[in-house]
């Protein structure tokens, strides 16, 4: 009996271990040197708050959908400090959708284009997946478009 158990903990600890691979944890340096070559999502989030907690779930279901064709990213707001400051975040959980690479000549009123980092457009607090799918599939087609 103890073995059963056993096996199933090393399962499903197994599959959170894979599951928290298909959202990457990244510090403001790894985000500077990123060359956004796909879409992207950047959540900034802090272990403290309850919606980033509640969202991470979702995160993760729409990441494994994605995977391969989008970047997912999370960066701890209360340790990297630089990119929650450039692009303005105030509350968290916030989303940050890139959907385009680094274009100085971005249309007026794109943040890209101030701070020379990639296209991109935020959500904030907690949206459930099938919000957060249709609003990837509309950053894809975006990025698809350029």
Known sequence: MKKFFLAIILLFGAAALCSAQNVKSM???DLSNHKFTRPAVIDFY????GPCRKLG???EKLAKEYAGKVDFFRVNVDENKEWAARYGVESIPYLLWVYGPAD???AKGVKAAASGGPKTDST????????LKQIMDQVIQLWDNQ
């Open 46 to 49: 802090a272990d403290w708050c």
């Open 27 to 29: 510090t403001d340096n």
């Open 104 to 106: 100085t000549r971005a």
């Open 57 to 59: 779930p979702e995160l």
């Open 124 to 131: 904030v607090g907690y949206m459930p997946y099938s919000d």
